[in-house]
C-alpha cells in the first residue's frame, strides 16, 4: 500500500541554518503530497502541498519540491528561527482518491536554538 | 472564529470505562475525520465520515466506534476492547468534493488510561 518515510529526528540547528527534512513516498499513480506542521499542544496545520509531479511547493519561507523520478518531496529552509520548532509532517493522498484521507509520516522534531 | 473544537483537552480514564471524545466544526465540510498520534508512529487513521449518517473504517478501527448523526459532530468513543487506548486523539475536516486535500485539524485530546 501507500506509505510515507521521512527522515526521523529530532533536528537540531542554530538560528539562520540552512533545513532539509528529507521525504519519500510509496504510492501508484500520481499521488498529491503535503507538509503539514505541529507546534507544541496544537494540532497540525497545512504548511505547503504540491498536486503534480515538478511541482513546488512554498509557504513562510519554506519549499518542497515534487520529484516524480526519486519519489521525494524533501522540505527546505534557508535560514530557520526559533520559532519555526515544531514538529513536521510529510503527508500523502492517494492518486484517483475520493476522499481526502491522507497518509503520514512519523514526524520529525525540529529544535532551533538562538 | 470558524475551526475545528476538540473536548476535553485532557482526559483520565480507569481500566474498562468507555469514554468519548467530542469532536465539533462550523466549516460547513462535509467529511470529518479521527487520527491517533502515538510517539514514532505518526498519524493513523481511525474511522472517517464523507458525509451524515455515513462513516468507514480506517486502518487501526478495533476498540472504537463513531456516529455521523450532525454534520457539525463526529464523536469518537473508546471502548474497553481497545488494548492501548493511551494516546493523543486528533479530529480534522475538510470539504468533501475538494481536490486540495487539505485537512484542518483541531488541538487534540490526550487520553490517558490509569
Known amino acids: 500500500g501507500d506509505s510515507v518515510t521521512q527522515m526521523e529526528g529530532p533536528v537540531t540547528l542554530s538560528e539562520e541554518a540552512f533545513l532539509t527534512i528529507n521525504c519519500t513516498y510509496t504510492?501508484?499513480?500520481?499521488?498529491?503530497l503535503f507538509w503539514y506542521v505541529q507546534y507544541p499542544g496544537e494540532g497540525l496545520q497545512l504548511l505547503l502541498k504540491?498536486?503534480?509531479?515538478?511541482d513546488k511547493g512554498s509557504n513562510k519561507g519554506f519549499e518542497a519540491t515534487y520529484r516524480k523520478e526519486t519519489t521525494s518531496f524533501h522540505l527546505e529552509k534557508g535560514s530557520v528561527q526559533v520559532s519555526d520548532s515544531a514538529v513536521y509532517f510529510c503527508a500523502l493522498r492517494g492518486d484517483g482518491g475520493a476522499t481526502n484521507k491522507l497518509i503520514f509520516g512519523t514526524g520529525t522534531l525540529l529544535a532551533v536554538q538562538p | 472564529d470558524g475551526g475545528i473544537t476538540q473536548s476535553p483537552k485532557y482526559l483520565f480514564r480507569k481500566e474498562g470505562q468507555n469514554v468519548t471524545l467530542s469532536c465539533e466544526q462550523n466549516l460547513n465540510h462535509d467529511a470529518m475525520y479521527w487520527y491517533r498520534q502515538d510517539p514514532g508512529q505518526g498519524l493513523r487513521l481511525i474511522y472517517y465520515?464523507?458525509?451524515?449518517?455515513?462513516?468507514q473504517k480506517g486502518d487501526i478501527a478495533e476498540g472504537y466506534s463513531v456516529s455521523r448523526e450532525k454534520k457539525e459532530s463526529f464523536p469518537l468513543t473508546v471502548t474497553s476492547a481497545q488494548k492501548n487506548p493511551t494516546a493523543f486523539y486528533l479530529c480534522?475536516?475538510?470539504?468533501?468534493?475538494?481536490?486540495?486535500?487539505?485537512?484542518?485539524f483541531g488541538e487534540g485530546s490526550r487520553l490517558t488510561v490509569l
Open positions: 504510492a501508484t499513480g500520481y499521488p498529491s
Open positions: 504540491a498536486t503534480k509531479a515538478d
Open positions: 465520515s464523507q458525509i451524515v449518517n455515513d462513516f
Open positions: 480534522a475536516s475538510s470539504l468533501g468534493q475538494s481536490n486540495t486535500g487539505e485537512l484542518f
